[in-house]
């Protein structure tokens, strides 16, 4: 990203001033993320669909589900593949082309998220070991790029699963054949809930926006299961964290990662 | 077996507290860090730790191409991590991979905080790391390598970043996972720090831990910088002091 404009400059000076007075520029409390809205089977084509708002920013995630080889050294799971894709509209300074080191890392942390916490049961979506397995696909376009990308993608992927339908494949004479009419749930053992904190001096936030995201010192993903256990973590940004802050912003994930899940399991009611 | 839930038949731990590479669970593998190994560049390093073999090279601060890059108000800082076709099992694809994008950026990001870039805005600083045989652990060890080569280099830092990982192996949290131990154990935290300045730089996650266990692995791994520490410093020292300041 290039030099920072002095707009930009100010307004990251008044975001500073406010919180030391306790304040965020859009009146939260640190602790507090922006409204998180989900709609799913908002794509009726693909087999699991979501559509997030959280705060301004937005994203629709699409799961497709079909047959696939498995990973040669993993012939005993199903593939779960995620994706994320910032399209051209979404913001002034996204441009078409292949995907930056920004979108790899966040497809890759909301990837790790589901996968560590081990939400989908892939050893249920083998047809037949070393050959078929069914595979899920999860693409995320960001539709509308207002900050924190990484909570809004994982949950728009997270609820697209839970709403996932599985097709039933059967094995007829070595080749599988989609039996019509017939689907079941994904195989899903826990709900993810990833929560992105950002460092502004001293002071941590929850659920960045975008005027707050452009003056981050320091920023962390961290994915907890619906045990409350911390499952995985990814930081970044110009500057670091103590190890203080490292334990609060855990804490924090656990906290607030369970209201999130909360909203989370009410977009389908028959989920865990 | 669930996804992202880890094989547990290997016997990860004895009942005598000894890891499957005969270490003890606090005990890091056998590093060594060596400074100013590369003739062109301005600065390097070469890192064995454990069976990892990485060697960085750092050109800079230099001008930016392109040109639109370049930063009035600071420099910046490039890293390129790259595994050689030869350094796995089955050969890797030369081209840089999804992973291998991402441990440039986590590794640049870790060692940014360390640079005094505003120094020299205008210009670019390029630390270029390849892993030419991997074990567990490779970024940091890529980390704590690039770290020294930058020393060596004679660019102005705040702090050294060290690096370790920690993690869990049959329900206990270890020093220093390796490749065995990252396959299949439970849980993987790669962690950058600046000793002196005491600030966690690179902190990543991949596995399931306890509120508890989160705090522990922490600091575990935070004690592993600190090992690595000393060995970043004597590599500098055997350069620049033991030689009497030749080369």
């Known amino acids: 990203m290039g030099n920072v404009s002095l707009i930009d400059q100010l307004k990251g000076q008044k975001i500073h001033d406010l919180l030391e007075q306790g304040k965020r520029v859009d009146g939260r409390s640190f602790d507090e993320p922006r409204q ?9 084509k693909a087999e699991g669909s979501a559509r997030v708002h959280l705060g301004d ?25 995620c994706t994320a894709e910032i399209l051209p509209l979404a913001h002034p300074d996204a441009e078409p082309g292949p995907p930056g080191e920004d979108v790899i890392e966040l497809a890759r942390v909301v990837d790790r998220g589901i996968r560590e916490t081990g939400m989908v049961d892939l050893t249920q979506l083998v047809l037949e070991k070393d050959k078929t397995v ?10 509308d790029h207002a900050g924190n990308l990484f909570d809004a993608c994982s949950y728009a992927t997270t609820a697209a699963l839970l709403s996932t339908k599985i097709p039933k494949w059967e094995m007829q004479d070595d080749v599988p054949v989609k039996v019509e009419g017939q689907e079941s749930d994904a195989p899903i053992t826990t709900i993810p809930v990833s929560i992105t904190m950002g460092r502004i001096g001293e002071h941590i936030i929850v659920d960045p926006n ?14 907890t299961n ?23 912003c855990g804490e924090i994930s656990v906290s607030v990662g369970a209201k999130i899940r909360e909203i989370l399991k009410e977009t389908k009611g028959t989920s865990q | 077996m669930i996804l992202g839930g880890r094989d547990t038949d290997l016997v990860l731990l004895d009942e005598n507290g000894i890891r499957c590479d005969g270490r003890k669970i606090d005990e890091p593998r056998k590093i060594m860090i060596k400074a100013g190994v590369l003739k062109n560049a301005d600065g390097s390093a070469y890192i064995e730790f454990g069976d990892n073999k990485i060697v960085v090279g750092v050109f800079g601060p230099r001008d930016v191409h392109p040109k639109h890059l370049a930063n009035t108000d600071t420099g910046i800082l490039r890293c390129r991590y790259h595994m050689s076709p030869f350094s796995v099992e089955e050969r890797k694809k030369p081209a ?25 805005p205008r210009t670019v600083v390029d630390i270029f790391i390849e892993v030419l045989q991997a074990d567990g652990g490779s970024r940091c060890a890529a980390l704590a390598a690039a770290s020294v080569a930058l020393a060596d280099a004679g660019i102005p830092m705040r702090d050294m970043v060290s690096a370790c990982a920690a993690g869990k192996v049959a329900d206990t949290i270890v020093l220093d996972v390796n490749n065995e131990e990252d396959q299949a154990g439970q849980a993987d935290m790669p962690v950058g720090y600046m000793p002196n300045m ?14 508890e266990e989160y705090k522990k692995c922490v600091e575990t791994a935070i004690g592993g910088c600190k090992l690595v520490y000393e060995i970043q410093k004597k590599a500098l020292t055997d350069k620049y002091f033991s030689n009497g300041g030749n080369n």
Do not use: H, Y
């Open chain 1, 36 to 44: 998180l809205t989900i709609e799913t089977g908002v794509i009726p």
């Open chain 1, 57 to 81: 920013t937005e994203v629709v995630t699409g799961i497709k589900v079909q047959l696939d080889r498995p990973f040669p050294d993993r012939g005993d799971n199903g593939i779960f593949i």
């Open chain 1, 134 to 143: 069914i595979g899920i696909f999860a693409d995320t376009s960001i539709i």
């Open chain 1, 210 to 223: 975008a005027d707050e995201w452009s003056c981050l010192d320091a920023r962390i993903t961290i994915t």
């Open chain 1, 226 to 248: 619906s045990d409350g256990n911390i499952c995985a973590l990814q930081k970044g940004g110009k500057d670091g964290f103590t190890i203080e802050q490292l334990v609060k």
């Open chain 2, 96 to 120: 840089p991979s999804r992973r291998e994008i991402e441990i440039s950026k986590v590794i640049k990001e870790a060692l940014k905080p360390a640079v005094m870039l505003e120094q020299f």
């Open chain 2, 198 to 211: 005491e600030k966690i730089t690179l902190i990543q996650l991949d596995g399931v831990l306890t509120p």
